[in-house]
């Protein structure tokens, strides 16, 4: 009897040990964003995510639900969605076959090097940045039209009559975008000389519609592309410029045409990486900083680790040293991308790094620093049960562009002209310095930092990403990659993880606040970084598909705006 009891207390005893050791030991579930079977949207909106998805679902395909999802976008996101801006586009088809679309915007005809200089040589404050010289001409109709009539399979009304219906129905205003109509009630007021149709009145949960961009979205349905460049919008357009004191001119639509690129691939371990070409700086720089973090074992120190961050952040800052001194529109600027983008050259860049020190930015060689770029930009990323996958990165540049809305057409125009270097070689307004290969001049595109990445693994599709940020863009993209590859994060994870920031000049870190541990902040200070914690509250907004080992796809839609996965 008393052996049996002796037996039954051990018994009891070991049960509440292995209980107790299973709760010390218990490992936190892995976060997945949404997961779906065949196809997915992740995009700035629902609705737009909805939209491209209800394509997909009547028999359309990724390029095609670019359409509708972009052109949703302009209307439930004026901040960043557009018809009056550019962008690019990386694609994977089923078969392998990658590409790139460049439909970036382009310098008016009458534009020149010095038109946003004073008779002294000096920058004029705010010229670049607000009204109606601010505005490139667009390119984002030219683009979507590109691409879905090379690739598409449905017709064009189809695509775009659940957008029109949603323009004239309207949607659900956020808290985020009550906020921002609120902010920029006055500068709206300013640029435009009245109150328009975004306005601080408007507030959260209000339910607004955009009748106007519906007409002119009818129109495009109905005549397609050259609406838009030669027709009754192109008239319309080009007068409402004009009398806001634009150089832009119907001759400079009729020539806009978006052009097909060659994109930037490269190897980083057993991953395929293709992003986009310039005038776009991403895929370069992207390029570069992989390959000069791949020979340290970034999985061994940690995510975010001191050694981790280190080493990564001297390789942005190498990438950006060099990325406005030799970079600009290929179609204008000789680049010496094989120079640029050799193993050798990249090599002996890491040459004087050193984990026991921050390389000061004014001892590493080239550059002066790209021209101000925004951070209000948008991405998608879609994934269609054929498996063809697309990165898109849309945008006015500044949060509404230029602040000019053409109210009759339904859409503001974007301040483009900001991303060229309004004086090569001297600080502009925001104190960064251009280059000459960045400079003005007629029909030339503006350098850019959008990076809308497809990775494949082993020869199969594996991911697809992008962010807005300015030049945060390259930085968060590849810390995104990373965060899958290197760390183990879902994508959910990935995208949702804190990030940080170099980009050579100004000599500092920034960080995203309360993201990061304070013992780790003092350990990079101690060697000599210097942290900027208040620069960049959320450093892009990045939206991503993954590729699970079960065929299934997991979106990540970024924590940090109203970001939404849609899938099925």
């Not at 995510?303 to 190498?318: D, Y």
Request: aromatic share 8%.
């Amino acid at each position: 009897m008393r052996i049996a009891l002796r037996l039954s207390v051990v018994i009891v005893l070991l049960l509440l040990s292995c209980k107790h050791e299973g709760k010390a030991k218990k490992i936190e579930e892995p976060q997945r964003g949404l997961v779906a079977e065949s196809a997915m949207v992740v995009s700035a909106r629902v609705e737009a995510s909805q939209i491209g998805i209800a394509i997909l679902k009547k028999g359309g395909n990724a390029f095609d639900a670019m359409m509708a999802t972009e052109m949703a976008l302009a209307v439930t996101y004026p901040y960043a969605g557009n018809l009056g801006g550019g962008g690019f586009l990386v694609y994977r088809l089923t078969d392998g076959t990658k590409g790139a679309l460049d439909y970036r915007e382009k310098a008016p005809l009458a534009s020149n090097r010095d038109m946003f200089l004073d008779e002294n040589g000096n920058v004029i404050k705010g010229k670049s940045t607000v009204g109606s010289l601010a505005v490139g001409v667009p390119g984002t109709i030219a683009g979507i039209f590109k691409a879905q009539e090379r690739f598409g399979v449905l017709d064009v009304k189809t695509i775009l009559q659940p957008v029109i219906d949603l323009a004239n129905k309207g949607y659900v205003v956020t808290g985020q975008q009550a906020n921002r109509f609120k902010n920029y009630d006055s500068i709206f007021r300013v640029v435009n000389k009245k109150e328009i149709y975004f306005n601080k009145n408007i507030k959260k949960g209000d339910r607004i519609n955009n009748s106007p961009l519906a007409e002119t979205l009818s129109r495009i349905a109905e005549n397609g592309r050259d609406e838009f460049y030669k027709g009754e919008t192109a008239n319309k357009l080009v007068e409402f410029l004009q009398s806001h004191g634009s150089i832009i001119t119907l001759e400079d639509l009729s020539k806009y045409e978006a052009k097909w690129r060659d994109p930037i691939t490269f190897q980083y371990d057993n991953l395929t990486i293709t992003s986009m070409s310039p005038p776009s700086s991403g895929g370069i720089c992207l390029n570069q900083i992989m390959t000069m973090v791949e020979p340290f074992d970034l999985g061994d120190f940690g995510h975010n680790s001191l050694k981790s961050i280190q080493v990564m952040v001297e390789a942005e800052k190498r990438a950006y040293a060099d990325r406005s001194f030799y970079l600009g529109d290929p179609d204008f600027v000789e680049i010496p991308s094989e120079t640029l983008l050799s193993e050798v050259y990249l090599e002996n860049r890491m040459k004087d790094f050193s984990f026991n020190r921050s390389t000061p930015a004014d001892s590493i060689s080239h550059g002066e620093i790209m021209g101000y770029e925004s951070e209000e930009t948008t991405h998608y990323s879609i994934v269609d049960q054929f498996g063809n996958a697309i990165a898109v990165t849309t945008t006015l540049n500044g949060g509404y562009g230029s602040k000019l809305y053409a109210d009759k057409l339904g859409f503001f125009l974007n301040n483009e002209m900001d991303d060229f270097s309004s004086k090569p070689g001297e600080p502009n307004y925001y104190g960064l310095i251009g280059a000459e290969a960045n400079s003005i001049a007629p029909e030339k595109r503006m350098l850019s930092s959008m990076t809308p990445t497809i990775v494949e693994k082993d020869g199969e599709f594996y991911m697809s990403l992008g962010t807005p940020g300015g030049s945060t863009i390259i930085t968060s993209v590849f810390q995104t990659i990373l965060n899958v590859h290197e760390f183990g994060l879902t994508m959910q994870e990935a995208v949702n993880a804190p990030r940080f920031h170099n980009q050579w000049l100004p000599d500092e870190i920034r960080m995203e606040p309360n993201g990061f541990a304070e013992k780790l902040i003092n350990q990079l200070e101690s060697l000599g970084y210097k942290i900027n914690q208040t620069r960049s509250p959320v450093i892009g907004k990045v939206d991503g598909i993954l590729i699970l080992e079960d065929g299934r796809l997991e979106g990540g839609a970024d924590r940090r705006g109203d970001d939404t996965a849609v899938g099925f």
